[in-house]
């Protein structure tokens, strides 16, 4: 197959799948249109409002006020350590110590692992150091501090 005719085959499959594209993006809008009415509601305002109250967002309609049925059950968090009240110290657990390697083999800064699990920077830099993650600093030599440069 020649260059020409790769590049006349690509440019017909480029032209199919805008046409898929345009075909999918029309039953899209189609089922979406439908949505409203396939949930027995008679205008859109009013799923939208179902939408809201069943994602608990928005005011809750009159009707939702007073019902008093069984709560919805959240999604599970994923396990984090318990943030601890303003003034108050956090428990650092091996749990933590094995969440903050996790995160700093991961990528992430200090700053992040901090706030994901609820604990202060210094005592991320603290594990970090317990669990060998830093480098130590370099100690300056003592004679390059007690002379001054010379220019």
Same mark, same amino acid.
């Given at each position: 197959?020649? @260059?020409? &005719? ?5 440019t =017909?499959a480029? !032209? +199919?799948l805008?046409q898929?594209? !345009? =075909?999918?993006? $029309? &039953?899209?809008v189609?089922?979406?249109s439908?949505?409203? !009415?396939d949930y027995?509601?008679a205008?859109?305002?009013? @799923?939208?409002?179902a939408?809201? &109250?069943?994602a608990g +967002?928005g005011?809750?309609s009159?009707a939702? +006020?007073?019902?008093?049925?069984? +709560?919805?059950a ?8 318990? =943030?601890? #009240? ?6 650092i *657990?091996?749990?933590?110590k094995?969440?903050?390697k996790?995160?700093?083999? #991961?990528?992430? *800064?200090?700053q992040?692992i $901090?706030?994901a699990l609820g604990i ?7 594990? =970090?150091k317990?669990?060998g ?5 370099? !100690?300056?030599?003592?004679a #390059?501090?007690?002379?001054p440069?010379?220019?």
């Amino acid at each position: 197959m020649s @260059f020409i &005719d790769q590049i006349a085959e690509l440019t =017909k499959a480029k !032209a +199919k799948l805008a046409q898929a594209e !345009a =075909k999918l993006a $029309a &039953d899209r809008v189609s089922a979406l249109s439908k949505l409203p !009415a396939d949930y027995g509601y008679a205008n859109l305002n009013d @799923f939208i409002k179902a939408l809201k &109250d069943a994602a608990g +967002k928005g005011g809750k309609s009159k009707a939702a +006020k007073g019902a008093k049925g069984p +709560k919805a059950a959240k999604a599970p968090k994923a396990a984090k350590a318990p =943030k601890a #009240a303003k003034g108050k110290r956090a428990k650092i *657990t091996p749990e933590v110590k094995a969440e903050v390697k996790a995160m700093v083999d #991961a990528g992430k *800064t200090g700053q992040e692992i $901090a706030k994901a699990l609820g604990i202060s920077a210094p005592s991320v830099q603290n594990i =970090k150091k317990e669990l060998g993650l830093v480098k130590a600093r370099a !100690a300056a030599p003592a004679a #390059a501090e007690a002379a001054p440069a010379q220019v």
